[in-house]
Each structure stands twice: as C-alpha cells, then as structure tokens.
C-alpha cells in the first residue's frame, strides 16, 4: 500500500510574546487515521512542545475540538482522509482565549453554562434533597429534552456563533441549547426564572439564526432550534399565551410497609483518601439547593 | 472578560460553515447598505420641500451610470433583505419549528436536511423577486445607458 | 435592557415586505436628461402627494422603516458595546440620530399634505 503525507499546519498561540507562529508537519497517513491521531503522532515523533487537549478519542468527553481547515471540529472524530487535503490548517477553538498553542480556555464558556442553572429547581427543595419519592416522567416529555440533553461542552457551536465572535456576554448556542433543556423537562419547576435569563440582549435576542451551531455540533444537539422554541415560549409568554404545563406531580407514596428504595442504601462510608472530605464538603455545597 | 482570541468582525464571514451562515452575513451587509441608502434617501426626498427647480436640478444630479448601478444594487439589496427576512421571521421566532427529537447518528446529516428545505423556498422567492424587479431594473438601465 | 425590543424588528420586517413591494413596483428610479423617466417627476409625485391615501402610505411607510432600522443597527452595535453604560448610549445617541431623520424625512410629505 502506498505511503499517504499530510502536512500539518499548526497555528500556535505563544502565551509568552502574545502572537501566533505556524509550524509544519509532514506526516504518514493510514486509513482511518483521525486529525488528533496526527497530532499525537507529531507529539510523539516530531515535536514533543506541541500541546493539544485530549482525552477519550472518541467523541465523548468533547475536549479535543479544534479548529480545522477554518471550521470547529471534533479532531477526535474527523478522519484525515475524508477531509481530503493535503494540507490541513489546525488552530485553537474561535472566539475563545488562547492558553498554548492549540489549547483554548473555556473560562466564559463555562461561566456560561453554571448561569443558567443546569439542574432542575424544584419549589419542594428539601424533597429534592431528601427523597422520598420517585418523579414522573414519560416517552414524550422525555423525546422533548433528550435532543439538547445530548450536548458534551465541548464549546463547538460557541466557536462557529459570529455573535459570540463580539460580544463576550452573550450566553451562547450551548448554555441557551441547556437552558431549554432544563426549561422543557417536565420535573422541571424554574421556568419562569429561565425565560428570564433567557429573555436579553445577551440571551436568545442576541442570536440571528446563522445555525453555525447546529452544522458544527457533533451530537445533533440543534442549538439554533432550541433558540427558536425559547424565543417562541417568550413571544407566547408577552402575549399572555398558555407557555409551559405545569410541572407532573411526584409519584404517588409508597405504602408504609414498603421501604423506600432511596433510604436501603444506609449511611455512605468512611473517607480514606487526605483532602476527601472537605472537597466531598465543597460538593455538597455548591450542589445543595439548600445552600446555594 | 476578555476579548482576546475572538475573531470581532471577521465573525461575521468566519468560518461559513453552511448556507445560513452566509445569509446571515449577507442579510447584515445589505441591512447596513440600505440604512446608508435610507438616510440618502431621506435626504433626496426632502429636496420637495425646496420646490419645483431643487428637485428637477437633483434629479439631474442623479443622472448618471454611477447612481445607476447604485440603484440597482441597492433594488437588489431590499429583495435579498426582504426575501431572507421573511426566511427569518418564520423561522427565529419558531412559527415553522420541528419538534424536538432524539438524534440519531450520522448526527450532522440529520439536522441539515431539516432546515434545507427552508433555505430553497427562500432561494425561490429571492429569484422570483430579482426576476420581476431586478431584471426589469437592469433593461431599463441598459436602455437608458445606451442612449 | 429589555431585548424584547427585539420583537418590533419582526413586526415591522413583516410590514415592510409589503411596503417595500409596493414601493418597489410603482417607481421606476430610472432618470433620462431633463427629468424623470417615469412617475418620478415633479407633476407626478405632486399629484400623488395630494391624495391623502398616499400621504398615510408614506408617513406609515417612513415609521416602520425608521423604526426597523433603528432597531436593526442598534442589535449590531449592542453586539460590540457590552457595557451597561455603553449600551444606554448608543440607545439615546441612536435614537437622537433616528429622531432628527424621521422628522427630516417627515417635511416632504408634510408640505405637500396640504397640496
């Protein structure tokens, strides 16, 4: 089989001078060899200085997005040969800060994410807590949710957004794509509290619809879509429209003979690791409704 | 916050992904070009007020291929504008939005093929719109061109 | 600041749609020496201009135009001014600018409103 080369050019930020510099790579291509293979082959054989972020390779973890022959892409997930070229430009994730050559920060995009609440708000908090019962849930409000429930950060559709490109208080097509998620699921009873985050220059009126975000996710997830329900929701809700059903009741209690499933598992064990409990202490606090 | 490592302008053109990408940078140039016009345009008008002899002797100012070809453009411009607004009041506000369904993979072809269809019917109205105005602009441009 | 606002830019793009149509198809911008080629000339628009009918179109034409534009211009500055401070401004500032046009805009269909 003949030998297939690719040549790599690396757009890579200097955290030092504050500048970019292009480096080349000439590389042996094989069937199925994806980008992130390349630039671990570079790692390896070439340039060890080389810094890239990775971890599964297989499009699950979303950490390896990049930006290939000017597109955001999973590296992961993008044979070499499909894209065929012989030339492939890889630079750090747009409309993010550059950390080291091909590493981009992901500080405002998740800055993002924490303000709009991504966890279900119950009126009930301490049976949120502490629970006794099950919620209900069935197929269709499930098959509601799911579609944005599929997104994994990994800060694509932030990087093709063009308003993202200017405007660092905009939300972007990935915490906007969660807050409907957490909007439409059905055991979810902070609504009104999401449409108003969602209701701002920097919430959905910031998007013009480019769906950039739903061409680059990797996960279907449809950003721009969610965008377009949540602006309907705000259009049906200043018209005095009927907006979201009122959250489904808790499952009905168990018989009092019957212990509940969630009191069997006992007291948690002992901590053995240093350092364990204060960070288990910290969990708990910034994922208890009670002390947030 | 920091802006470094945003691409500011140049997010308007980069990166096209998709078609939508693009008319939505076109949509946002010809918005910019017609509200230019439009204040041009006011201005044109309000030549009325100063009578019969300001307006014919405007008139005449504007005679020439310059603000021809300008006209035309700008004719262009309103019917690319109108015709994807139209595209983008339909679909930003959710009045044609699908349900919301679980992705299946190959994830990408799934929500493309989608939204295709939306983008055709606006191509449609836009060549229909340049084939009526456009076009009838532009022969009579020629012929006055030719004279 | 209220995005909603946003809102208008729909209504009035639906508006305009028909306007813009309208506009489009009985003006012929075409000019030939010595005057307009069509009904762009003096006794033409003047004898438009008097009936009341054309005077509503322009003077509802005009306010959703400048309403549309002013609100369009202001989303593209919004996307580069971020501070709360700055974004009051370019709204006041836009508004002054978009105020002074529409009453500019304003005088020709005022002054023949009368005939």
């Known amino acids: 089989m003949e030998e297939r080369k690719v040549i790599f050019r690396l757009r890579r930020y200097d955290p030092e001078t504050g500048g970019y510099r292009e480096d080349r790579y000439e590389i042996p291509v094989y069937r199925g060899m994806t980008v992130l293979d390349g630039l671990i082959w570079i790692k390896e054989n070439l340039d060890r200085t080389v810094s890239y972020r990775a971890s599964c390779r297989m499009g699950l973890c979303g950490s390896c997005g990049m930006t290939v022959n000017g597109r955001p892409t999973l590296t992961c997930e993008t044979q070499i040969l499909s894209l065929e070229r012989d030339e492939l430009t890889i630079e750090p994730l747009y409309n993010m800060e550059p950390v080291r050559d091909l590493v981009a920060d992901f500080h405002q995009f998740f800055k993002n994410q924490r303000a709009i609440k991504p966890y279900l708000i119950r009126r009930d908090i301490e049976e949120q807590v502490e629970p006794t019962r099950e919620y209900l849930q069935d197929p269709e409000e499930w098959n509601l949710y799911i579609q944005f429930a599929m997104c994994i950060t990994c800060g694509l559709c932030y990087s093709a957004c063009p308003t993202t490109a200017t405007n660092e208080k905009y939300l972007g097509p990935q915490a906007l794509a969660n807050l409907f998620r957490f909007y439409i699921d059905s055991r979810d009873e902070g609504w009104e509290e999401r449409l108003a985050i969602a209701d701002s220059e920097d919430g959905v009126w910031g998007c013009h619809l480019a769906t950039g975000c739903s061409e680059v996710c990797p996960k279907g997830v449809d950003p721009a879509l969610a965008i377009q329900l949540l602006r309907r929701e705000i259009l049906r809700k200043s018209l005095g429209k009927k907006t979201r059903r009122e959250a489904r009741p808790l499952a009905p209690l168990l018989p009092p003979e019957e212990e509940s499933p969630y009191r069997a598992f006992g007291e948690a064990p002992e901590f053995t690791v240093e350092g364990a409990e204060e960070a288990a202490e910290k969990f708990n606090i910034l994922h208890d409704p009670r002390k947030r | ?147 | 600041m209220n995005g909603r606002i946003r809102l208008g830019i729909y209504f009035s793009g639906a508006l305009l749609a028909v306007l813009v149509l309208i506009h489009l198809s009985l003006f012929s911008y075409w000019f030939v020496e010595g005057g307009y080629y069509t009904n762009m000339s003096w006794e033409a628009v003047s004898e438009r201009m008097n009936s009341l009918l054309w005077d509503a179109f322009y003077l509802v034409f005009l306010t959703t135009v400048m309403a549309h534009s002013y609100i369009g211009i202001r989303n593209i500055l919004f996307e580069y001014i971020t501070s709360d401070g700055g974004r009051r401004l370019v709204t006041y500032a836009l508004a002054l600018i978009w105020i002074s046009a529409y009453i500019y805009g304003l005088i020709p269909i005022i002054a023949s409103a009368g005939g």
């Open chain 2, 1 to 147: 916050m920091s802006r470094k490592g945003r691409k500011g302008i140049l997010g308007w053109i980069i990166p096209i992904t998709n078609m939508e990408r693009l008319l939505y940078s076109l949509h946002r140039i010809t918005g910019i070009g017609l509200t230019l016009y439009l204040f041009i345009h006011i201005y044109e008008t309000s030549m009325r007020a100063l009578g019969r002899e300001t307006w014919i002797s405007t008139s005449e100012f504007l005679d020439n291929p310059v603000f021809h070809i300008g006209l035309l453009l700008v004719v262009l411009a309103a019917i690319f504008h109108g015709a994807n607004g139209i595209r983008l009041i339909l679909q930003e506000l959710g009045l044609i939005a699908p349900k919301p369904t679980q992705p299946v993979y190959p994830y990408r072809k799934y929500h493309r093929e989608r939204r295709v269809y939306i983008v055709t019917i606006t191509m449609l109205i836009l060549g229909i719109g340049v084939a009526i105005f456009a076009l009838r602009d532009f022969l009579i441009l020629l012929e006055v061109l030719g004279k």
